[in-house]
């Protein structure tokens, strides 16, 4: 006797389910079976002997508790403050920097170091202002001494705490303008005056641009350098408005990057409130577990996994793979099954 099978080819769409393996020790899960195009159908025509030698058990769709799941795309990203370009207040020409693509660097080192006369300036301005700061404090203290006396007019009195308060804001404007070029205020002297300021990373991380070269005047607060911190990745999704009522923190995410076959995991962290123009919504993903390996703007596809749902499927082993396709027999219908004699 001849078993006739009907071949259909199944195309898994973007809304199928993951298929899952569905075995007889229980807890597994199975592949859901709808939603799948049937683009040929053929017949295939086995004896007994080969129905035998490959094993063919018969089976059914059956109703499985599957995971209800909501598919996105999406990529890596890192927050605000893990993604920083680095400037400069002030102008100046580029003296010195070993930064590459890729480099690492570490917060608070040397990565680069500008030329300005206006530093000079700055300095000397610093050491003229203090100095004066010195005099006038001394003054206003004698000038409080003699008013305690009433020797002196108040009018005097007023006119030197005015002037110590003036020259004191000078000096402390000048202080905070070094300071925004690291330059140590407290390290000035006649002495050390230099015309060269140094510029520090301000996070720990990797070069990821380099905009300007040794020589390259640069005016104040141009881009300079982006360092990039890759330790805090998350996973940035696109999810369809129709699917955010169905979104919870706290639900697993699986996705695999681009060119990957590797599945990883995370946890959705945020939910955002605003839809845009394609009428989707953005959702932060927390990774589970780092990789110093992967990069900000990596292209991944996913699913979340919003609860557990009802389903008619197929277990896993009822899909048989061909030539990059997916294919299931089903059973022709008994009233074409033919006894023959054999030849």
Same mark, same amino acid.
């Given at each position: 006797?001849?078993?006739?099978?009907?071949?259909?080819?199944?195309?898994?769409?973007?809304?199928?389910?993951?298929?899952?393996?569905?075995?007889?020790?229980?807890?597994? *899960?199975?592949?859901?079976?709808?939603?799948?195009?049937?683009?040929?159908?053929?017949?295939?025509?086995?004896?007994?002997?080969?129905?035998?030698?490959?094993?063919?058990?018969?089976?059914?769709?059956?109703?499985?508790?599957?995971?209800?799941?909501?598919?996105?795309?999406?990529?890596?990203?890192?927050?605000?403050?893990?993604?920083?370009?680095?400037?400069?207040?002030?102008?100046?020409?580029?003296?010195?920097?070993?930064?590459?693509?890729?480099?690492?660097?570490?917060?608070?080192?040397?990565?680069?170091?500008?030329?300005?006369?206006?530093?000079?300036?700055?300095?000397?301005?610093?050491?003229?202002?203090?100095?004066?700061?010195?005099?006038?404090?001394?003054?206003?203290?004698?000038?409080?001494?003699?008013?305690? *006396?009433?020797?002196?007019?108040?009018?005097?009195?007023?006119?030197?705490?005015?002037?110590?308060?003036?020259?004191?804001?000078?000096?402390?404007?000048?202080?905070?303008?070094?300071?925004?070029?690291?330059?140590?205020?407290?390290?000035?002297?006649?002495?050390?005056?230099?015309?060269?300021?140094?510029?520090?990373?301000?996070?720990?991380?990797?070069? +990821?641009?380099?905009?300007?070269?040794?020589?390259?005047?640069?005016?104040?607060?141009?881009?300079?350098?982006?360092?990039?911190?890759?330790?805090?990745?998350?996973?940035?999704?696109?999810?369809?408005?129709?699917?955010?009522?169905?979104?919870?923190?706290?639900?697993?995410?699986?996705?695999?990057?681009?060119?990957?076959?590797? *599945?990883?995991?995370?946890?959705?962290?945020?939910?955002?409130?605003?839809?845009?123009?394609?009428?989707?919504?953005?959702?932060?993903?927390?990774?589970?577990?780092?990789?110093?390996?992967?990069?900000?703007?990596?292209?991944?596809?996913?699913?979340?996994? +919003?609860?557990?749902?009802?389903?008619?499927?197929?277990?896993?082993?009822?899909?048989?793979?061909?030539?990059?396709?997916?294919?299931?027999?089903?059973?022709?219908?008994?009233?074409?099954?033919?006894?023959?004699?054999?030849?």
């Amino acid at each position: 006797m001849k078993q006739k099978f009907l071949s259909s080819l199944i195309i898994l769409t973007a809304a199928t389910v993951w298929l899952s393996s569905c075995s007889s020790k229980g807890g597994a *899960e199975a592949a859901p079976a709808e939603e799948t195009k049937t683009e040929e159908a053929d017949m295939v025509d086995l004896s007994e002997d080969q129905f035998k030698t490959v094993n063919i058990q018969y089976g059914a769709v059956e109703d499985k508790n599957l995971s209800s799941v909501i598919r996105a795309s999406g990529v890596l990203d890192v927050p605000p403050q893990q993604l920083l370009t680095v400037s400069s207040p002030y102008g100046g020409t580029l003296k010195s920097t070993d930064l590459l693509q890729g480099k690492p660097v570490v917060k608070g080192e040397v990565i680069a170091v500008l030329e300005n006369p206006e530093f000079i300036q700055l300095q000397q301005d610093y050491l003229d202002y203090k100095s004066q700061l010195v005099y006038l404090k001394e003054e206003l203290e004698r000038q409080q001494e003699l008013a305690k *006396e009433n020797v002196n007019a108040k009018k005097t009195l007023q006119k030197a705490s005015s002037e110590y308060n003036s020259m004191m804001a000078r000096v402390q404007g000048l202080k905070s303008k070094l300071q925004l070029i690291n330059i140590n205020p407290d390290k000035i002297n006649p002495a050390n005056i230099s015309g060269r300021a140094n510029i520090y990373a301000p996070i720990s991380g990797y070069v +990821t641009k380099v905009l300007v070269n040794i020589g390259k005047f640069v005016n104040a607060n141009q881009e300079l350098f982006e360092i990039v911190d890759t330790r805090h990745l998350h996973a940035e999704l696109t999810i369809f408005e129709k699917d955010v009522p169905k979104l919870k923190i706290g639900q697993k995410i699986r996705f695999v990057l681009n060119n990957e076959t590797k *599945e990883r995991f995370a946890e959705v962290h945020l939910i955002g409130r605003e839809i845009s123009a394609e009428r989707t919504v953005r959702v932060h993903g927390h990774l589970l577990q780092e990789d110093k390996n992967l990069l900000p703007g990596m292209y991944l596809k996913g699913i979340v996994e +919003t609860g557990v749902a009802t389903t008619t499927a197929l277990p896993d082993k009822a899909i048989v793979q061909s030539a990059g396709k997916s294919y299931i027999f089903i059973a022709a219908d008994e009233t074409k099954e033919e006894k023959k004699p054999a030849d």
